[in-house]
């Protein structure tokens, strides 16, 4: 049955139904309240005139369709099969370190506020989200200043209990010693109870409760309890003070703002909590192609599906999602009781959207004008280094190998110049010898071109080394039947007495850049934005292929080691253990040393050194390289 027929076919109810490509990928789930009308309208001649869902049904070459009970299951399910599917025609909302955030686990014997990337239903309170690790930090800093509960990790707080005294932050007042006795549970309990109050906006219950502890403690005449008290509440009104009131009512609300440029759109979320704008977090998102309407209501149903999201009694939009009604009441449900959703058309409320939209423009240019010096960026390099393609998508390989063994490989993945870590793999080598690094760098990219269909090529293939490992590439692409730009990218070769290049820049070898179609290698001006950028995807490149060597090693138990030195079998192992006593005495005996050992040839010992001074150069300091970005 063809497609069209299928559509007439369609139940007139509401549901979900999913688009797939001709290989079989879902490119675009949505949700309707009459599948067979919503569904015939993309299909039916000429579309809805709308250029981008024109794309995307020209790339539908089959289609799913799920009948839920209502428009609020499909939105419902809409969310989840977004979230499994992550088609490229729908926007989502991306679960990533947007989600900074604040966990609280009353259940601890003594909790402590701690700074964590996901929200978890796992029976803690989670406070946020905000905005950069920055805005996160400032607020830790600034709950321990009013509740100093403690800031150590388990094992340093037993560690200070055995020792029966507090560490550092009890003598700065950033806690008061749980550790040893200094505090006890109740009133301990009382901090929790009140950072709770602190972060989830509560500030006028907060301050009436300490208040009339303040008062208690002063009527007892425990005029140092009732002292304390009194700071912290002057400390919880400076930083409520800090806070704006955007209305005259205690309320909970979210305000959402909404900014757009074409397929750039910027949402941003205001957080108004008794009142006052507790935090505010703004979400990106590119290459939209729905219509605000359908984009909207889409963002505002997996906003709120994210576990442990609070849902206000109140959501101001800036405009009209689809499926409002449907939306109302999935947010209902969730609160558990009546949420309302609405569009202020204008007097204070209207004010606050203006707000939530204005951030949202803000952020939105400054996106953009990023985004344009990121493109200035690839266009130079595009044009200096003659490249088909814009390289907004760069891949780059470095093979790393121990003294001639554990040899592996890294593969990184910038897009639009920024690390894009979904893109990172690890290779380790099978087939080829690990001294090779020719043979490594074409198995690795043998098996990367093989793989090709479910992981879309990049714009521009890079590789850590000159034109060997160039022409390795190429012939590597020529072999696949691929079509790519491939560069290489090296140090300035050393030309011993020749100083004046080194001097040139500044004491540093420059970087040279190998072009398959030029014999000479390139040289960009140190300045130039676009060898910046790719001078940090080589080196992120080699801090990932370093990582990964570590990790393995670490994973090779200690006395098997020796194994991983090629041509030392079982008997001359053996042979080395028994003549200098220990794997300790192998790692530091000299090649002599080595080499007087029975059955260890001069190329054995020179082997066995080189392998161990390497070890020992990848567990030094200079190697252990943050990553960057
Ligand atoms: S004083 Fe004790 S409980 Fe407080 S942070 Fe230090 S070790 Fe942890």
């Not at 009732?226 to 909970?252: F, K, N």
């Amino acid at each position: 049955m063809g497609i069209e027929e299928r559509v007439e076919a369609l139940p007139s109810g509401p549901g979900v139904y999913l688009f797939r490509n001709a290989r079989g990928r879902v490119i675009y789930v949505g949700k309707a309240q009459n599948l067979k009308s919503r569904v015939r309208s993309y299909f039916r001649a000429g579309g809805d005139g709308r250029v981008q869902i024109s794309q995307m049904v020209e790339r539908t070459a089959d289609l799913d369709v799920v009948v839920t009970p209502s428009v609020k299951d499909a939105l419902l399910l809409e969310n989840e099969l977004i979230k499994r599917h992550k088609p490229p025609f729908n926007v989502r909302l991306r679960d990533d370190k947007q989600y900074l955030g604040l966990r609280l686990d009353a259940r601890d014997p003594w909790p402590r506020p701690t700074p964590v990337r996901r929200f978890k239903e796992d029976g803690a309170a989670y406070f946020g989200p905000y905005t950069s690790s920055q805005s996160l930090r400032d607020a830790i800093s600034n709950l321990r200043r009013i509740f100093p509960l403690r800031s150590c990790s388990d094992p340093v707080f037993r560690d200070y209990a055995r020792r029966g005294r507090p560490c550092i932050e009890f003598e700065m007042k950033r806690c008061l010693g749980p550790c040893c006795g200094l505090i006890d549970a109740a009133s301990y309990a009382q901090l929790v109870a009140g950072t709770v109050l602190f972060l989830r906006g509560r500030s006028d219950e907060l301050v009436r409760e300490l208040t009339a502890t303040m008062e208690r403690a002063a009527a007892d005449e425990r005029y140092e309890d009732a002292a304390r008290l009194r700071d912290r509440i002057d400390a919880v009104e400076q930083t409520v003070q800090r806070q704006q009131i955007v209305g005259e009512h205690a309320i909970d609300r979210d305000v959402f703002g909404w900014a757009r440029r074409g397929g750039e759109v910027e949402v941003a979320v205001l957080h108004v909590r008794g009142g006052r704008v507790v935090g505010h977090v703004s979400h990106r998102f590119s290459e939209v192609l729905l219509d605000d309407a359908e984009a909207f209501g889409s963002l505002l149903g997996q906003y709120y599906a994210v576990p442990d999201r609070v849902v206000p009694g109140e959501v101001l939009l800036a405009l009209e999602p689809a499926d409002a009604d449907a939306l109302r009441d999935l947010l209902s449900e969730r609160a558990g009781r009546r949420v309302t959703l609405r569009v202020p058309s204008r007097g204070s409320l209207r004010e606050q959207v203006g707000m939530a939209n204005a951030n949202a423009e803000l952020q939105l240019a400054q996106r953009l004008d990023a985004h344009a010096s990121v493109l200035a960026t690839l266009a130079e390099l595009q044009e200096r280094l003659a490249l088909a393609r814009l390289p907004r998508r760069i891949e780059c390989y470095d093979v790393s190998t121990l003294g001639g063994t554990l040899a592996v490989a890294s593969r990184v993945a910038f897009e639009d110049g920024r690390p894009d870590k979904n893109g990172y793999r690890r290779y380790r080598i099978r087939e080829a010898a690990a001294g090779d690094d020719f043979a490594c760098l074409r198995e690795v990219l043998a098996r990367r071109l093989a793989k090709r269909d479910g992981d879309p090529l990049p714009d521009l293939l890079m590789v850590d080394g000159g034109r060997g490992q160039l022409g390795v590439a190429v012939a590597a692409l020529r072999d696949a039947g691929v079509s790519l730009d491939a560069i290489g990218i090296s140090k300035e070769r050393d030309t011993g007495g020749d100083t004046r290049r080194v001097k040139r820049h500044g004491g540093l070898k420059a970087e040279q850049l190998h072009l398959p179609a030029r014999k000479d290698a390139v040289s960009l001006p140190p300045s130039s934005a676009g060898l910046l950028l790719l001078q940090r995807v080589r080196d992120e490149a080699h801090r990932f292929a370093i990582e990964f060597q570590r990790k393995l090693r670490q994973r090779v138990h200690l006395t098997s080691i020796l194994e991983e030195v090629g041509g030392v079998g079982p008997s001359k192992r053996r042979a080395l253990l028994r003549e200098l006593g220990s794997l300790r005495a192998v790692r530091e005996a000299s090649v002599e040393q080595l080499a007087r050992v029975d059955g260890i040839s001069a190329a054995d010992a020179q082997r066995i050194r080189s392998f161990f001074a390497a070890l020992e150069e990848v567990d030094s300091p200079a190697t252990q390289r943050r990553p960057d970005g």
